[in-house]
Each structure stands twice: as structure tokens, then as C-alpha cells.
């Protein structure tokens, strides 16, 4: 392997751990995320997934987290998503979501939650929407 050999590598590395990082920081891991007609679209549905994933874009619209094992919303799991429209988490195993945790959703018109086992809902959060 020649010096001229291993730039070539060198910047063939960088460049893959570029796409990868740059993928990362627009779908979490195990989620699919899609863009149609100006909405984007991530489908986190039937991953496991045991809390709610970061790595979002920032423009994101629809995030699907349905049928999963999520059983707590933190404060901070939608800080960085704030143009979401519509958010479905029915069918995990949610118990609490955490005072101030929707507030950032300031544009949520759909907002799934059936089917898990809330003890504690921050309905005062959902009070600003129109």
C-alpha cells in the first residue's frame, strides 16, 4: 500500500462515516423516516422500542410510536421536534408522561395515546392548542 493508497482509503472512511453520521442526525435507529408532498414522516411502530428515540430531524410532522414497550415521556423527548403534527404512541405500555413533556408540540392536531395504562396525564401541557 502506497502513501497515495491510503488517502484514497482515508478519505473513502471519512466520507462513509460522514453519510452515517449525517443519517443518523435525521432518523433514529430502527425507525424509517420518509418525506411526501412537504410532510415528513417517521415510522418508530413495532421496533421495541422501550423509550421515545432522539435524532429526529427538526421538521419532522408525524412521528409514529406505536406498538412499542415505552412506559415513561421524560421532559425533553419532543424538545427537538416542535413542528409535529401528529404523534400516535397507542399500544405501548405507557404509565406516565412527565408535566411540561408536550409543551414543544405547539402544532399537535393528532395525538394517539389509547391503549396503555396512564396513572398520570399533563393535560395542562395540551392547553394552548387550538
Known amino acids: 500500500i502506497t502513501g497515495a493508497d491510503m488517502t ?29 408532498h412537504s410532510r415528513h414522516f417517521a415510522e418508530c411502530s413495532y421496533k421495541d422500542l422501550t423509550e421515545v428515540p ?47 413533556s408536550l409543551l414543544p408540540l405547539v402544532h399537535l392536531r393528532n395525538f394517539d395515546i389509547s391503549h396503555n395504562r396512564i396513572v398520570d396525564f399533563p393535560w395542562e401541557d395540551l392547553q394552548n392548542l387550538t
Open 8 to 36: 484514497a482509503a482515508d478519505i473513502s472512511f471519512v466520507l462513509w462515516i460522514s453519510a452515517i453520521v449525517s443519517a443518523g442526525l435525521c432518523c433514529p435507529e430502527l425507525c424509517t423516516c420518509t418525506d411526501k
Open 54 to 100: 432522539e435524532g429526529y430531524l427538526p421538521n419532522v410532522t408525524t412521528i409514529s410510536l406505536s406498538s412499542n414497550r415505552i412506559r415513561f415521556i421524560p421532559l425533553g423527548s419532543f424538545d427537538n421536534v416542535t413542528q409535529v403534527t401528529s404523534l400516535w404512541m397507542a399500544y405501548n405500555e405507557i404509565i406516565s408522561i412527565e408535566e411540561g
